[in-house]
């Protein structure tokens, strides 16, 4: 007799529920304090890229638009090989396979969530100064609550004695190293929605572009937490003189970068300006962080070795770069480190990330296309 054998059923879709309720809770939590915020102090909530492709309305369908249109143009280019009857069939073909539904509500989700997330950091961020303000402060001569002091003497403690820049710059020197640290540390800046268009685009698993995404908005929040928790300027801000005095280090773009934001700062805390933000506030290094989650998603969810490299060496000199430079104190990497890792874990874990060990992880969820990894 026969033996009927029950069929393996196919794996459905996966439910997003968890990965939605962080995400967009992170981001509602943060858009709710920028506002509080924003009408406690009766200062208005800005748009710190406001210039930028216009206001917001106009600027999000932009940028939907935008990552589509970084997906499909190149890919379109290349196979038509300049033959202008192939250009439909090949957009369909992308549209149908590429873009179902499940990778459109990643795309339009986590723009969405980060874009709020990262808007209200900076005006959060921004808003530091007059909500931890120092205790001999007054309205006619604003004075921030900073820790730099505290912070500094913990570097010389580490260091025994020593300020870690003045260790740097005698290893290093003051002028070939500062021209190498400076793109370094200054293509964070676009690293960061690049990178984020990237995974939410093109991850191979729609769990990982989840991850991403939520693993990004928590540690810009972990980070907004820990300026209100600690504040400080940074030893470079806090001690110019060590670093960019006489026989300081050398004119780059770095150099330019602080003198903006300590002169927006000023105008902020002094020349009444409240159409600008202030971008300065610590203590956890951001920089540190964020490079370190890019690092960590590259290593868990990328198979190229080479890719791997860039990203852990591009963390390496960021961390050097920021003592380097007097953008943070060891405290501030240290925390910026640990921000990164608990993002990451609690990223994955609401994404529905399996971590086996330190070095492997796989996903217990699956979409449509990517069945879950046998365990």
Not at 202 to 213: C, I, L
Not at 269 to 279: D, F, H, K, P
Not at 290 to 302: G, K, R
Not at 349 to 364: I, W
Request: some cysteine; overall charge positive.
């Amino acid at each position: 007799m026969a033996v009927n054998q029950a069929r393996p059923r196919p794996q459905a879709p996966t439910s997003y529920r968890r990965a939605y309720t962080v995400l967009i809770g992170t981001a509602a939590i943060m858009g709710g304090l920028a506002i509080f915020a924003a009408v406690s102090l009766d200062r208005p909530l800005l748009d710190p890229e406001g210039s930028f492709l216009g206001p917001s309305y106009i600027r999000l369908p932009l940028l939907l638009f935008g990552a589509l249109l970084l997906d499909l143009l190149p890919l379109t280019i290349w196979k038509a090989r300049g033959r202008a009857s192939r250009v439909a069939p090949i957009v369909r073909h992308r549209l149908r396979t590429h873009w179902t539904k499940e990778r459109a509500t990643l795309v339009a989700l986590g723009v969405i969530c980060f874009y709020i997330t990262y808007v209200s950091y900076r005006n959060l961020k921004s808003f530091l100064p007059f909500v931890r303000a120092a205790d001999d402060s007054t309205a006619e001569t604003p004075k921030a609550l900073s820790y730099d002091r505290e912070l500094h003497l913990m570097d010389k403690v580490m260091f025994f004695g020593h300020d870690p820049s003045d260790i740097l710059h005698s290893l290093l020197g003051k002028t070939i190293t500062a021209e190498i640290l400076s793109p370094v540390y200054l293509v964070f800046l676009p690293l960061v929605p690049l990178a984020l268009t990237a995974w939410l685009v093109w991850s191979r698993n729609m769990s990982y572009g989840y991850w991403f995404v939520t693993a990004q908005c928590l540690a810009w929040s972990l980070g907004t937490l820990s300026y209100y928790l600690l504040p400080t300027l940074g030893p470079g801000i806090w001690n110019p003189s060590e670093y960019y005095g006489v026989d300081g280090l050398a004119h780059t773009g770095t150099t330019d970068l602080m003198n903006a934001i300590v002169n927006a700062r000023g105008r902020v805390l002094y020349g009444g300006a409240t159409g600008s933000v202030n971008s300065i506030a610590g203590f956890a290094s951001l920089h540190c962080a964020i490079t370190l989650l890019f690092a960590l998603m590259v290593q868990y969810t990328l198979r190229s070795k080479l890719i791997k490299w860039i990203f852990w060496v591009n963390f390496g000199l960021t961390v050097v770069a920021t003592l380097y430079f007097g953008w943070h104190y060891v405290a501030d990497d240290i925390a910026g480190i640990a921000i990164a890792v608990i993002a990451f874990y609690v990223g994955g874990l609401a994404r529905g990330q399996k971590f086996d060990s330190l070095t492997h992880t796989h996903p217990t969820t699956t979409t449509s296309k990517v069945p879950v990894d046998a365990d």
